[in-house]
């Protein structure tokens, strides 16, 4: 993540990053944002925070999606 921080920051985007890992069957949402480094407590994805991990992907790409409408209508 600090690596495409690094690579935005070259071509002058400086929005937050919003990432994701896997650990075995837990899912870890994450954001950098500047030097702030937030990380969310564990989704288990054999329980029913597999709906909770959908819907936080569904609006990854969401927010995703809008960036790239800003920097393309700019």
């Known amino acids: 993540m600090i690596a495409a921080q690094q690579a935005n920051k070259a071509v002058g985007i400086q929005n937050p990053l919003y990432g994701?890992?896997?650990?075995?069957?837990?899912?870890?949402?994450?954001?950098?944002?500047?030097?702030?480094?937030?990380?969310?407590?564990?989704?288990?994805?054999?329980?029913?925070?597999?709906?909770?991990i959908f819907a936080m992907l569904k609006k990854a790409k969401y927010y995703i999606e809008e960036q790239l409408d800003e920097k393309t209508s700019a």
Do not use: C, P
């Open 20 to 52: 994701v890992y896997v650990t075995g069957r837990f899912w870890f949402f994450v954001i950098l944002d500047g030097n702030k480094y937030m990380e969310s407590l564990a989704y288990d994805a054999t329980q029913e925070d597999i709906f909770q």
